[in-house]
């Protein structure tokens, strides 16, 4: 799988978007990007995948420029509840959430009040 | 709640006492996976089953010991651990085989906290 280099950690408050970048200039052309979650003491969980361009869902975006060595995931109008380490991965669209899924150090955003 | 459960959420043993974490899931999925979460550091991916054969074995210490008797159900069975040994134990699933461009999202369950002594 593609290494990725996320901010170790990052603040915010309350009401403002906060963009997390990845940067994974070893992306092979069938790789996919996926962003997970994680509560203290609990485990990750999946946000969203991308190829290329932009994916938006119901919880975040994620912008993928055309080279694809880097995407941002974007959280609009986070919350307190939104405190937590969020991870990049990258890798083939059947590893990625599959056998050889490896977790990096992730992003440990803290918004504030 | 996302389908996967881990019994028990907290444990504490002694580094003479054997014990077993206990995973469900109830999704129908045909791989499961045990991580380790450290303090402060990256998840560890420790074993990967799918279909109930080990597919993946991270050269994780003899005193870590997997089961997986049938595809909802898996186990780590704990012996003569060390105090660097307490971290979170993360059970996880997913559909099985990576191909054809599915997407394997994993599902993890809540952990299991152990404290060794």
């Known amino acids: 799988l593609a290494k990725t280099t996320q901010p170790i950690s990052m603040d915010s408050y309350e009401g403002q978007e906060v963009n997390i970048t990845c940067s994974h200039n070893?992306?092979?052309?069938?790789?996919?990007i996926t962003w997970y979650q994680q509560f203290p003491s609990q485990g990750p969980r999946f946000i969203i995948q991308?190829?290329?361009t932009k994916v938006t869902n119901e919880v975040a975006s994620l912008f993928i420029p055309a080279d694809r060595k880097s995407s941002t995931l974007s959280l609009p109008r986070v919350s307190l509840s939104d405190t937590a380490v969020y991870y990049c991965l990258v890798g083939d669209r059947g590893d990625t959430g599959g056998f050889k899924t490896i977790f990096g150090a992730g992003t440990r955003l803290f918004v504030k009040a | 709640e996302t389908g996967v459960t881990q019994t028990p959420r907290h444990l504490v043993m002694g580094m003479t006492n054997k014990k077993s974490l206990k995973c469900e899931q109830h999704?129908?999925?045909?791989?499961m996976y045990w991580y380790k979460q450290s303090a402060k550091k990256p998840l560890e991916l420790m074993f990967v089953?799918?279909?109930?054969?080990?597919?993946e074995n991270n050269s994780v210490p003899s005193r870590f010991s997997p089961e997986c008797p049938n595809s909802s159900h898996l186990f780590l069975h704990l012996h003569t651990l060390q105090p660097e040994d307490s971290a979170l134990y993360l059970c996880?699933?997913?559909?099985?085989?990576?191909?054809?461009?599915?997407?394997?999202?994993?599902?993890f369950g809540p952990g299991t906290r152990l404290t060794v002594l």
């Open positions: 089953y799918s279909l109930e054969e080990r597919v």
């Open positions: 999704l129908g999925h045909n791989a």
């Open positions: 991308g190829y290329k």
């Open positions: 070893n992306i092979a052309t069938n790789d996919y």
């Open positions: 996880a699933s997913s559909q099985d085989t990576p191909s054809g461009g599915s997407y394997n999202e994993q599902f």
